[in-house]
């Protein structure tokens, strides 16, 4: 299936990358934010099925509060994608998980496959293992 | 020889304690004797002292001389006797009719001297008279008892004279003392007016009763007006109940007190300030004041609180720079599709050294990984996650001691992992479905063995012919890097990789300031 991804990271070569990566999998993405304001903005402008989630952004650790806002006000399937999975250690309401950075194309791949199923309400048996679930 | 119920040595002790001996003459002495010798109607009147070798006179009338030796002593006969001595008629007494006294022309020839004695009944000498005639019928009544009377107002004169004597010493004393006193007191004021700490000082009770310079200067407050309690309300109100609780534990346990808290400065701003005092005692051990010392440690701490956040900043920005070298490879491999499996083969390899990174740099608590593991094993399970089945159980499992590792070992230990799970998953036992992997850590002695086994894969056809570059990044990591040695056996039912490290290799900087 083909999502509408939102890609919230500051670095915007990761960014790229990843919306490469996406890209190649066949899912459109919508846009990149490096603060939360603009990944605000954007939800607000677009359809977004699915956003993947960098904790620290330009200003600041904000990532967080920005993913329950998307999962839990916005409709949106949240991924938190950060190198500091510990900071959301015990879960954020409203979104999926925590995938560790860095990742590669097929933990990227199998988590944004696992996302999709739920958000789709299909059912799912397994979590990929570079993927920490909430709840 | 009669035997008293005194020795030589009190008598002469107690004589001496008067500090009488080669005094002037003094009137009130003088008085008496001139007296005493007009009453019973005799030349010669003496206050007679029996020293070691002599007998002194402090007063004396018709003698004209102030000592005489003891051998023609009258005196020394008198000390014998319980209370007096009469002698009627010295020529006529043994034990003065060959003194040369008393056979000289006009010799003495009569003698009566009542004895002059201390509060320990020790005889010092006589109040006495002396006449040339003889008296058979002695002193009447009358002048007896004017001789016991001023005998023994010359008693009185001598214990008051003493008595006023060691008050004088006393009050000297005491002067002396206060102005030790005072002196140390201007020390100490000098030396705690000068300290750039607030310094006070309490009562063994806890009451404040003095204050340096600069505390007044600090908090503002007028003098002693945080005397006794008022301490407490010059602390930030959530320190107050904490400082006040802390300082009743020391004052009942004599403990030395030493807290933080914030303290209110004159323009109203709160300031980290350490509190500490100690207890000074007396010699059976009692607290007899506490003296403390207030140091301002806002600037200190705000320094280690910067020192922190700019380490862990630090620490962020190297893993964004490891994110960032591994997007940079991936988007230029893109311009190259030749070279796709040479940037995925380079970026796994740094995505392995930035895991590892993230195990040994400097956490706040909500940054790290996972509580508390900032270890060998950690760091093995989160790297070898990507191998595990999809129902989630671990294809590689990782046993025995653990080891924490610093971040000169990061690099050689994630390279060497990497390099064997990647090649297990390409050629050896995570390559076929019921594959695993097994690897035991220990300490032996002073090195750390780790050994990586590989079981269920494809068979195994023996020692490659040529060494992969792979193998060669791992072998340089532990041999060259880690000093360590690599052993690699191709055992048909699977491959065996021995690590055989020192004991120090994963944490080097640690052992090397441990001997430091």
């Known amino acids: ?19 490469f990566v996406l890209e190649d999998l066949g899912h459109e993405v919508v846009g990149t934010a490096g603060d939360a304001q603009t990944a605000r903005r954007l939800v607000q402008e677009t359809e977004v099925d699915l956003a993947l989630v960098d904790i620290h952004l330009s200003d600041g650790p904000t990532g967080i509060e920005l993913g329950r806002e998307l999962g839990q006000k916005l409709g949106v399937t949240v991924l938190f994608m950060t190198a500091n999975p510990g900071m959301v250690r015990s879960g954020v309401a409203g979104t999926i998980g925590v995938l560790s950075k860095p990742t590669d194309e097929r933990a990227v791949q199998t988590a944004v496959d696992y996302a999709l199923r739920r958000r789709a309400g299909r059912p799912v048996e397994y979590a990929p293992p570079e993927l920490q679930l909430f709840g | ?62 003698l004209g001389v102030r000592e005489t030796p003891l051998e023609t002593s009258f005196c020394r006969h008198a000390l014998l006797e319980q209370d007096r001595l009469i002698v009627p008629d010295a020529t006529l007494d043994p034990r003065f009719a060959c003194n040369p006294l008393v056979t000289a022309p006009d010799g003495l020839k009569f003698y009566a001297g009542v004895l002059l004695k201390d509060e320990g009944g020790l005889p010092l000498g006589t109040l006495c008279v002396l006449d040339t005639r003889s008296r058979p019928e002695g002193l009447n009544p009358l002048q007896t008892e004017i001789l016991e009377v001023l005998a023994g107002q010359v008693m009185n004169l001598l214990n008051l004279r003493k008595a006023l004597a060691a008050g004088r010493r006393a009050d000297a004393d005491l002067m002396t003392t206060a102005a030790a006193l005072a002196e140390s007191e201007a020390k100490f004021r000098a030396i705690a007016d000068s300290m750039p700490q607030m310094v006070w000082s309490t009562l063994p009770d806890g009451f404040h009763d003095y204050y340096n310079a600069r505390w007044y200067e600090f908090t503002g407050v007028p003098a002693g007006s945080t005397d006794g309690e008022g301490w407490n309300g010059m602390f930030h109100p959530e320190d107050q109940v904490r400082a006040r609780e802390r300082w ?12 933080e808290y914030r303290l209110r400065r004159a323009d109203g701003v709160y300031r980290w300030t350490l509190g500490r005092a100690a207890p000074i005692r007396n010699d059976n051990g009692e607290i007899t004041r506490w003296f403390g010392t207030c140091t301002d440690i806002e600037d200190l701490k705000r320094v280690v609180d910067a020192k922190d956040l700019l380490s862990q900043e630090l620490s962020h920005r190297i893993k964004n720079i490891f994110a960032v070298v591994s997007a940079l490879i991936a988007l230029s491999a893109r311009q190259f599709p030749e070279a796709k499996d040479f940037a995925a083969a380079v970026r796994t390899r740094i995505n392995a050294l930035a895991r590892a990174h993230e195990f040994v740099r400097p956490h706040t608590d909500a940054s790290r990984p996972t509580v508390g593991t900032m270890t060998l094993h950690a760091f093995l399970n989160d790297l070898f996650k990507p191998y595990a089945t999809l129902a989630g159980r671990m294809r590689v499992t990782v046993t025995g001691d653990d080891a924490s590792f610093d971040d000169q070992a990061a690099t050689s230990v994630a390279l060497l992992f990497h390099e064997l799970a990647t090649n297990a998953a390409k050629y050896g036992a995570l390559s076929a479905e019921g594959g695993a992997v097994t690897l035991e850590t220990r300490n032996e002695g002073d090195r750390f063995i780790l050994v990586w086994e590989e079981r269920g894969g494809p068979p195994v056809a023996g020692q490659p012919e040529r060494v992969g570059f792979g193998s060669s990044l791992a072998t340089v990591s532990v041999e060259a890097q880690l000093g360590g040695r690599l052993e690699r056996v191709w055992a048909p039912e699977g491959l065996r990789v021995t690590a055989d490290l020192p004991a120090t290799a994963l944490s080097r900087r640690r052992a090397a300031q441990s001997v430091a």
């Open chain 1, 1 to 19: 299936m083909s999502a509408r991804i939102l890609v919230i990271e500051d670095e915007a070569l990761v960014a790229m990358e990843l919306r």
């Open chain 2, 248 to 259: 009743i534990h020391s004052l009942a346990t004599g403990e030395p007190y030493e807290i």
């Open chain 2, 1 to 62: 020889m009669t035997t008293t119920a005194w020795n030589e040595t009190d008598r002469l002790a107690a004589l001496h304690s008067y500090d009488i001996l080669d005094s002037e003459r003094e009137a009130a002495f003088d008085d008496l004797t001139a007296l005493v010798a007009r009453l019973c109607d005799a030349p010669i009147a003496v206050v007679n002292l029996i020293d070691a070798d002599r007998q002194w006179f402090k007063s004396e009338v018709g």
